[in-house]
């Protein structure tokens, strides 16, 4: 598990193959997560039930001291977050562009380890450079038993 001794370990807690539920129960997608390098990177690969299918690189960044993932998806979407630890969740944030030319919206996702063995991803969104937040996704992630 996590350790404040070893930070590039701080989000094994996200490895496995897992079934998504929204916050009703219904599954919205299936979610593998799979270290790499050793543990030095951690590959996403996320197919939702709708179709839309991504994949992201997280790694440890030891020199500014920040996790940084990098999100593409099947719609041409692309998400670029940083982070870290906080008392005991993973919180990655940073910007992504809108459909209006001149706003970038901030983003702020959420990964939570619960005692049960899921983890809640709450994804976040502001128009309003952090003032307000809006709940984009509330997902649960259910380890896959096969």
Do not use: C, K
Request: net charge negative.
């Amino acid at each position: 598990m996590t350790t404040d001794a070893d930070p590039q370990r701080a989000f094994d807690f996200w490895t496995g193959t897992w079934d998504v539920h929204l916050p009703d129960g219904r599954q919205v997608g299936t979610n593998r997560i799979e270290p790499l390098y050793d543990g030095a990177a951690l590959r996403e690969e996320w197919e939702g039930a709708g179709g839309v299918r991504g994949t992201s690189l997280n790694a440890y960044d030891p020199a500014r001291d920040v996790w940084h993932q990098t999100w593409v998806d099947s719609t041409g979407s692309l998400l670029l977050l940083e982070g870290g630890l906080e008392d005991g969740r993973m919180v990655l944030s940073g910007v992504a562009p809108t459909d209006a030319a001149d706003r970038l919206d901030r983003q702020r996702i959420t990964w939570t380890p619960n005692a049960d063995g899921t983890v809640r991803q709450h994804w976040e969104v502001s128009t309003d450079e952090g003032a307000t937040w809006t709940t984009a996704f509330d997902g649960e992630y259910r380890r896959r038993s096969s």
